[in-house]
């Protein structure tokens, strides 16, 4: 992607608002606002915007499907209409291509992750209002594909153009274009508790304070926006469904999860191999959607139109176990092969909407069995399939909090609580067994970037510690007393002390929890205590480990610093490495990259 095309626009935008504009630029640079204020007053109006988008946007889709599908498919004869719909299809994902086709691939989540992380959460407008466009005509055709990841690219979009346009840094840009991501999520789903996890989780990678107050703001004022549009309802109709017992809890659901967790996997191999299968076929481009859209348009006639419902958000009631469990396991496989195809053919739209509706079917199919199998259990189809579409977005989305939020606040049951968190956290464990990506890491990874929480985990694989490390910190001897140790913890900027002899060598570190234990306990026999008394065994990492292999160890022993020796088997410290000299340097690195 050309990366300067987004910094053109803002100079352009900035040149045709003229004087007036820069001043109020200026206002906002030199003015001494209180950053959590203002952050949280621009998530309010980003909030607003990404509602409104996301009306304007399912008005686009429901006008597309209402004259193609609703006004021209009633009136054909049923011989006419099967040939139809495949036609339809086709040509709806042909449109979609050909408008797409000239501009850079991606303008989904995923792209909105990679901005996050490598470019400052620059986005370009014109892309993503060409890639909206197209997902209206996919979905509106008949394609089997989600409209969230167009809201939520759309919200990211505002939130990045508002924060371009005043100049704002790239932490706090970064910041609002998780704000719209989370509101056009929340105003998608009328759930903004989900909007807001999904925007901190997956798009950001971080929770931290500084984001989190924006991101809630922006997601609340998403969901309230689109409601006197769109109504105060859920997203989907939740059909009813019985008490849970406890003792299902802990007996069968694990097996959902665990069902959920394999699936996941293969509908991210199938979803990636399918688009394999596309890119390398012959012949010209442009046949590739054609190809693409009619097969799924054979699959969605042959379903009756179970697959794509009135055109966005549709589950319809009998997908939740209303249905034969073989017929359920049939159409979740049927929309996995759908989804695939629709957009590894060409077409544009999002996944997590499809992901929901084959956790849902799934679910249900596994809810039936087990109804069959044990009728005196209390076992739900519709219960179970609620908490598959957890399971199936904790897998494949690797969203596992997002998807709690999201089922829980369609339900508003506590009773769901405990199995959706048993689900979701199992399907994620077996789906990162299974598979080693989902469907947003592993479209990354399909063009080489690897992203792990707001990161660029190939930039995190370059940087070595040589690079980033301390090479002066406070050190102790063995024989220093407790009052030397003391006065030494009170010069170092670090909450660890490593313990070295003559030779530099690291016997071990006291960290601030023992040096603190060891002034309350010893008592009177604080004078003979000595550092080597304190020193305690610790991880160490090489200059020429990465960063990434650092964070881990650290990560695995929870320390907040790690000393940096020449060699195991000579470990003469050369310096100290913290988190937060891991982030600056990593920061560095990243400035001069993009």
Known sequence: MDRSRPLHFREALLSRLGTPWARVVTLFARADWDEGALLMGFALVIGVGAGLGVVGFYHLIDAAYDLFITMIGTRLHITTHVAYRPALTALGLWAAWALVRRIPDGQNVADVQLAVAKRGGVLGWRDILVRTLASAVTLGSGGSAGSEGPTAVLGAGIGSIIGQGLRFDQRRLKILVGCGA??????????????????????????????????????????????????????????????????????????????????????????????????????????????????????????????????????????????????????????????????GSGGSGGVFTPTLFI?????????????????????????????????????????????????????????????????????????????PYGLYDGWLERRGEHLAHGADRALMDRIRTAEALDTHPIVVRPSDTLADVIAAAGRTRYPTLPVVDVDDVLLGVITYDGLRQAMLDRGVLAGVVLAADLAAPTEVVLPSDSLAVALRKMNARAIEVIPVVMSEAHPRIVGILSRADVLAAYERQLMHEV
Request: overall charge positive; glycine content about 12%.
């Open 359 to 435: 956790g849902a079917a799934l679910g249900g199919a596994m809810g039936r069995i087990g109804y069959l199998s044990f009728p005196n259990f209390g076992l739900h189809p519709q219960a179970w399939a609620l908490v598959g579409m957890a399971g199936l977005v904790a897998g494949a989305n690797r969203a596992p909090i997002t998807a709690i939020f999201m089922v829980f606040e369609m339900t508003n049951d506590y009773q769901l609580v405990p199995p959706l968190m048993l689900v979701s956290v199992i399907a994620f464990a077996v789906a990162r067994k299974a598979a």
């Open 182 to 343: 989370g509101a056009g999520i929340a105003a998608a789903f009328n759930a903004p508790f989900a909007g807001a996890f999904f925007a901190l989780e997956e798009v950001l990678g971080s929770f931290s304070i500084g984001a989190f107050s924006p991101v809630v703001i922006a997601s609340v004022a998403g969901a309230l926006t689109v409601r006197p549009f769109l109504g105060s309802h859920p997203a989907f109709h939740i059909p009813a469904y019985g008490t849970i017992r406890p003792a299902a809890i802990f007996v069968f659901y694990p097996l959902l999860g665990i069902v959920c967790g394999l699936w996941s996997a293969f509908y991210t191999r199938t979803f990636f191999a399918t688009a394999t299968a596309f890119s390398r076929a012959r012949g010209p481009r442009w046949l590739r959607p054609v190809v693409g859209g009619l097969i799924v348009g054979l699959i969605v006639y042959a379903s009756g139109g179970l697959l794509v419902g009135n055109g966005h958000l549709a589950i319809p009631t009998p997908i939740f176990g209303g249905i034969a469990w073989y017929f359920l396991l049939g159409i979740a496989l049927a929309k996995s092969v759908a989804t695939a195809v629709t957009l």
